[in-house]
Structure formats: C-alpha cells, structure tokens
C-alpha cells in the first residue's frame, strides 16, 4: 500500500464542500485519500461510487446497539460502505473524557466488523517538556495493542498527533516526527512479532511541510485537519504525498 492522507474534517464541511474535494482529489493513484467526515455526511459518499477516495468515521460507539442517544455504532458505519473510523483523537480524549481503555473497546469493535481504525496517539505540550512524549505514545498505543486480537493487529493504522500540533500552526519537525514513529514502531514490534505497524504523522500538517515530513523512513502517511477544508491546497497536499513514493 502506497502513502496514506487522512482528512479529518471534524465538525466543519458542507455538502458542497464534499463535491468540491471529491473533484479535486477523487482521481489521485500513487496515495490512498480517506475522508473522515462528520456523521451526518457519511450517506453522501454513495453519490460519488466511482471515486477513488475511501471514507472514514470521525467516532464510533463500542456497542452494536442499545439506548446511547446521538452515538452511531460500527454496524452503521459498516452499512454506509465506510471502511475506517478514527479512535481516540486527541479531541475526544480532551473533551469526551476517552480514555485508554474506551479507546481499546472502540477500536476493538471496529476491528471485529472489518472497519479499520485509525487510532490516535501524542502527547501534551507539558508532557514534551517533562522528556515523557515516548512514554505517553507507547502506553496509548500498547493499551491498544495488548487487547486486540494478534491476528487482527495488522489492520490498525496508528496516527501520531501531538496535542501541541493540532490546530495550532505549529507542526512537529520530521525529525521529530521520525523519533516517534519509529518508537512506536518498535513498540509495536516488540508487542506483537512482525507487526508492521503504519503511522501517519498529523498536526498542522499542509501543503508546504507535507514533502519533508514525508522523506522520513517510518512517517507512512499524514493525517490533516485544518488544510483539508480548502480543496485545491488539500490536492496540492495530497499530490505532495503521493510524490514522496
Ligand atoms: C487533527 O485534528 O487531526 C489535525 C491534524 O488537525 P490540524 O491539521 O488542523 O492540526
């Protein structure tokens, strides 16, 4: 598989704006697109069949169904054609209280209906400058690595994103970047034999920095938020990143 970008539109977008990124980046060959969309555009999808971009949930409850007013669960997901879901974005850690251990139970329910979970992991600006960035990433990603089937681990897409990137204009360096992908990596390693685990860097990610972090060895992909809501810079991005292979 080819370099990934991960959009994550969070709660911003229009029907419009879908047509117009489909259209600017919906032929793209040597880099696989994910739009991961609000829940209420994920039917949209099914009026752009012949397009290369695959679509991803932002959020996903762990249950199959029950009493959980305004949740979605993997099964809908599923039904929609959607083939990723986000798990543990820093934004739901932050202000829906995830924690780990919700974090496993999501991405362990998308894994068992076939939705691949992209699950994400950094650390805070205070935990940067406590030197514990490695050992906050490693204890989120093994959280999840210890109890999800081996067999299935391979499925799991990691996206590193320090909290301090995202939205702020200030992204990690490469080398950065590279430092923490290829803990991560070796975490992964360690946990599971010959794991080889994808991770996509993500925090102000654009199109002017995509190139560099792209040359580092273990940064297989990005995942973009704030520059994938203008689709001609989301095409130049993208079209950085499929020039990296
Ligand atoms: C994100 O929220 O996943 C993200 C990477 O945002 P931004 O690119 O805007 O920093």
Redesign the pocket.
Known sequence: MGPLVVA?W?MNGSEQLLKTVVREVGGLAEATVVLALPAAYLSLPKGFPDTSIEWAGQNVHWLDSGPYTGEVSVGMLAELGVGWC?VG???RRQHFAETDDLVLAKTKACLELGIRPIV?VGENLQERKAGKALEVVSRQLLAVLNGVPSALAQWIVV?Y?PVW?????E?ASPEIAQEVHEALKRAARSNIKALELRVLY?????ADNASALMRMPDVDGV??????LEAVGFRRLCEQVAGSV
């Open positions: 994550n969070k986000l974005h820093s934004e994400c996206a994103e990137a995202i939205g702020t204009g992204e993500g925090g102000s990610v654009n995942l973009v938020g704030g520059a994938s």
